[in-house]
């Protein structure tokens, strides 16, 4: 089967599963709608009291089911009740305590500020009573000093003279000075007195709030306690709630399921029924479209669909690499995407896919051909353990979800592996390996624009063609959103492209380049 003939019963194919995939989501959603529209039918009999005797066990359910349905709502209600009780108590609590508290903190602010004034005044007193007891000590200093120089045979009269008067004014001061200790002790006793029972009636009020918070502590414990043993109790009884009407539901449908075969007439339930009838003619319609397209089913169009894919997967996927290549090398400024380009051609439109199936055809003898006569040999797309072999092993890096995938054409095979790693600060590289086999001479004219040695550098872009380790590299940096990119050809047959997003990228993008192990490749 020729690729033209391949893209069309693939298409066929295509069409067929695409309109099987459509009925079958439909009929499942008007499965679900029916089965909420007999749930309604059977509620709306039982709430309206419509004669259901015969069903009689069906009754049986239903009757006791609604009244551990009716008992569940009263407990229910009860112990939210019995909640809001407990939860009103124990705001009561607190703001009983919150209050006591307030008021001996406000008595306790009085206390303190006496008796912080007491140790401030006992603190001036201490102050004074030590300069006083101070100078003391500097006069009987001063006094040996004059005494001394007196007594000296050298000392003139008239200086023995001045020192006798000054003794007289030393012995005067050292008097007052006495006076004033004494009188400063004194005070400092009534001051000493007065603090000790402010400190005893701050200390006994400080233990009665800590009292309080240690029984606070305890009452509304027991109150949480009791609220928690309540919630415990409203789950416990609302999960019963709904399984309960998840069961009075299940019983609800069986009554209108058969309520609905019967073909049941009464007034009070005639649009349920309408509705009900309505679906089922819907999804009998949907069956037979699905038995109709199950019977289109022809094994030569789902073999050529899967021929198509490999195709698409061999093709689109080598040619894509290579254009993104090629978008690195020469356009700068371009914000589109050649790949979306690329696909918007060859996607789901058929006639687009067939015209590409017979550009395909009409040359790919021939690239054969010439890929296995640049390689030298017969060319067979390398497995997924050798594109693997090539990535490197970094500390702090980790390999994540690589996809490997190999399509063919005739003759011509592709291969294609596909990665993330992630390294330290969730850094991530993105890594993608294409084995162009088959396909190989594609390209020799990529090799020949490394060649040209392309710079360019402006306020978004900056990109060049660089060699690292005698490997020409086509790097791509861009300044507004900080990705970079690497695209190298490896032995004639290999495209390499890795692709990161930071400041540094190009860097950090050359520094994994240089670990990746070349050798593995089959040339």
Sequence with gaps: MGLKSIFREGMKEQRRKKSLRKEKNDLQKKQEIYGRQLTALGQKAWEAKINVAAYADLQSLLTAAQKQLDDLRVQAEKLQQQKQAAEAERKQESERFVAGQKEIEAKKKIVDGNLQ???DAL??????????????????????????????????????????????????????????????????????????????ESSRLQKQIDNIKAEQKQVLGDRDKKISALDLEINGSNSKLKETEKTQGANYRQLGEKMAADGTCDEKINP???????TQNEMENIGRGIGDLEGQKDAAAVSAYKKMTAIIIAGVVLI????????????????GTPLSRLLDQTGTDATGLQEFAQQMEKGIGGLTAESEKIQGKKIIAVAESTLKAVLPSMAGWQMENPSYSRGAVGELETAYLQGDYTGPESQKIHVNITDAGGASALLAPVKMLFAMKITVDNEET????????????AERYDKGSQEASFGIIAKDRYLIELKTKAE???????EFMDKLDLSQLVP
């Design 117 to 119: 004034e007491q140790k």
């Design 123 to 200: 603190s001036a007193i201490q102050r004074e009573a030590a300069q006083a007891t101070g100078r003391l000590q500097a006069i009987a200093a001063e006094r040996t000093q004059l005494e001394t120089k007196m007594a000296a045979t050298t000392t003139p009269d008239n200086e023995k003279a001045a020192g006798q008067n000054k003794l007289a004014g030393l012995a005067k001061e050292e008097g007052e000075l006495k006076i004033k200790i004494r009188e400063k002790e004194e005070t400092g006793k009534v001051t000493s007195a007065k603090i000790t029972p402010l400190q005893e």
């Design 462 to 473: 900056y990109q060049k063609v660089s060699v690292y380790n005698d490997i020409p590299v």
């Design 504 to 510: 540094n990228g190009l860097e950090l993008l050359k």
């Design 320 to 335: 894509a690499a290579i254009i993104i290549l090629l978008f690195m090398l020469l356009s700068a400024k371009d914000k």
């Design 272 to 278: 349920e029924l309408a509705a009900v009838k309505t």
